[in-house]
């Protein structure tokens, strides 16, 4: 890991996310009666469980307001869901005063032109490897996986050795 990205990371005590080409891949899909299906991958999941089990609060801010991502969000202990924000800046920033937070002390993952004003303020920014160009320019951390394909998992992984509780996680699995 780059010390930079380290030193960033061991700050972090929340992640923010992005739904929509971050925790699904972004396409839109409706079946038959018109009701908006999304795939989630089950490692970035399991990932969130364990940022939480650590102490690091996961949140939602999107764009669009679906109903699978009430329902993901309620099976995975995620209570700030914000949904519809087309400006995201003012309710990251209520977030931030209700949680009592540094900016810095925050990542968010973000995929599209309409993050980068949430990209530029948190103390560790990310994005999946098909984010936009513009996107992918202006983070700390492009992934190897593509959106909806585990990119959390890979972020989770980031900020849980840098803070340390990878040994410990990895005795859960004798490992």
Not at 48 to 74: C, D, M, N, Y
Request: aromatic share 6%; net charge positive.
């Amino acid at each position: 890991m780059v010390p930079a990205l380290k030193k960033k990371a061991k700050e972090i005590r929340a992640l923010v996310l992005d739904v929509d080409g971050v925790l699904s891949d972004g396409r839109i899909t409706y079946d038959s009666a018109g009701r908006e299906l999304k795939a989630f991958h089950v490692r970035d999941g399991a990932a969130i469980k364990w940022l939480q089990r650590f102490g690091i609060e996961v949140a939602i801010i999107t764009g669009r307001t679906s109903g699978p991502v009430r329902v993901r969000a309620r099976e995975l202990g995620i209570t700030t869901v914000i949904q519809g924000a087309l400006d995201k800046l003012p309710p990251f920033e209520k977030f931030l005063k209700r949680k009592k937070l540094p900016a810095l002390a925050v990542a968010f993952m973000g995929d599209d032109l309409l993050d980068l004003p949430i990209l530029r303020r948190v103390g560790l920014s990310a994005c999946p490897a098909d984010a936009v160009k513009e996107v992918r320019a202006a983070v700390d951390l492009v992934t190897r996986a593509c959106s909806g394909r585990g990119a959390v998992r890979e972020l989770a992984e980031l900020l849980l050795q840098a803070r340390g509780h990878w040994p410990k996680l990895m005795e859960r699995y004798n490992l």
